[in-house]
């Protein structure tokens, strides 16, 4: 759909895909299915937190948040920007009032980031609706290591991410079952993975 839409826009669309993504299959309708650009999807819905994501940590949030409402009964939105030119301000600001927490995802680094900069807008637009600091998950501010014992705690998961949902919302909760599903591997998603590198 998106890929389509880029392909049919009047304007230059830059395309970008998470290596990680190569393997996700999914069902796209048939025909000339098309999603339009700067549209959010809301993948889930809750009252809780406002999970912003983007790329493949949108993956990784469904198993954090679905994995929280089974366990804790924490129910969060979790929105997929799905592009970050236009971004769909609208959902995200209509979410964060609803909700009062904010949790921005960046596959980036943090500095000049996609996640920097909605948790910069929503401070300045939406501050009185806040209820606790907002916060980013994203790659640590330093080049990419190739070895894979630099890799251990570079890449951000699902149990990163639930960690800091539950803090936000002043819980203790386990996430050890989450730590299972990451398994060993620390530079690629799982075993499944084929690559590119």
């Given at each position: 759909?998106?890929?389509?839409?880029?392909?049919?826009?009047?304007?230059?669309?830059?395309?970008?895909?998470?290596?990680w993504l190569h393997n996700q299959i999914d069902h796209v309708p048939p025909g000339d299915f098309r999603i339009p650009l700067g549209k959010a999807s809301l993948l889930r819905e809750g009252d809780d937190v406002t999970v912003v994501s983007m790329s493949y940590m949108s993956i990784e949030a469904l198993h954090a948040v679905d994995y929280l409402k089974s366990n804790y009964g924490i129910c969060c939105d979790l929105i997929d920007l799905?592009?970050?030119?236009?971004?769909d301000w609208e959902l995200i600001y209509t979410?964060?009032?609803k909700t009062g927490?904010?949790?921005?995802l960046d596959t980036g680094k943090e500095i000049c980031s996609v996640g920097s900069e909605i948790i910069s807008r929503c401070s300045r637009e939406l501050f009185s609706s806040l209820l606790v600091p907002p916060s980013l998950i994203s790659l640590p501010d330093c080049p990419t290591p190739t070895s894979l014992s630099l890799t251990k705690g570079y890449?951000?998961?699902?149990d990163d991410i639930a960690k800091v949902i539950s803090e936000m919302m002043?819980?203790?909760?386990?996430?050890?079952?989450?730590?299972?599903i990451r398994g060993d591997k620390f530079d690629v998603p799982g075993d499944w993975f084929k690559g590119p590198f």
């Amino acid at each position: 759909g998106l890929l389509l839409e880029s392909i049919f826009d009047d304007n230059p669309v830059v395309f970008l895909e998470h290596r990680w993504l190569h393997n996700q299959i999914d069902h796209v309708p048939p025909g000339d299915f098309r999603i339009p650009l700067g549209k959010a999807s809301l993948l889930r819905e809750g009252d809780d937190v406002t999970v912003v994501s983007m790329s493949y940590m949108s993956i990784e949030a469904l198993h954090a948040v679905d994995y929280l409402k089974s366990n804790y009964g924490i129910c969060c939105d979790l929105i997929d920007l799905r592009s970050i030119k236009p971004i769909d301000w609208e959902l995200i600001y209509t979410s964060v009032k609803k909700t009062g927490k904010l949790l921005a995802l960046d596959t980036g680094k943090e500095i000049c980031s996609v996640g920097s900069e909605i948790i910069s807008r929503c401070s300045r637009e939406l501050f009185s609706s806040l209820l606790v600091p907002p916060s980013l998950i994203s790659l640590p501010d330093c080049p990419t290591p190739t070895s894979l014992s630099l890799t251990k705690g570079y890449y951000k998961r699902a149990d990163d991410i639930a960690k800091v949902i539950s803090e936000m919302m002043g819980k203790n909760v386990d996430i050890s079952e989450l730590k299972v599903i990451r398994g060993d591997k620390f530079d690629v998603p799982g075993d499944w993975f084929k690559g590119p590198f």
